[in-house]
């Protein structure tokens, strides 16, 4: 999956934004986004990661680089850990 955006305002806002998601191997996948500011002429949000498909749980891990102010930014490590299936719905009953 590959996504790409553009967003011009007048005299404030030039941006590009690429994103992408795709398999490196059996159940891995990596992933990135790119958020950049032609207008302040730097990085907005950049992040890379990498993810783990275990069929009905995921594990996905990334460094995210984030602009805070005009000349400061923070970093920061992200684990997430997804559970598919543990709630089972009801079923449905007709009302005939």
Known sequence: MLNVGYSYISQSTEQIDLSAQWPLARR???MFRYNY???????VEGLA???Y????WLVRGAV???ATKDTESTDSF???LELNG?????PTRLPF
Do not use: P
């Open 28 to 30: 891995w996948f990596g």
């Open 37 to 43: 500011s032609y207008y302040d002429n730097k990085l």
């Open 78 to 80: 992200f684990i997430q």
């Open 64 to 66: 995210q680089r984030l």
């Open 53 to 56: 498909n275990g069929g009905c």
């Open 49 to 51: 990661g990498l993810e």
């Open 86 to 90: 543990l709630a089972a719905s009801a």
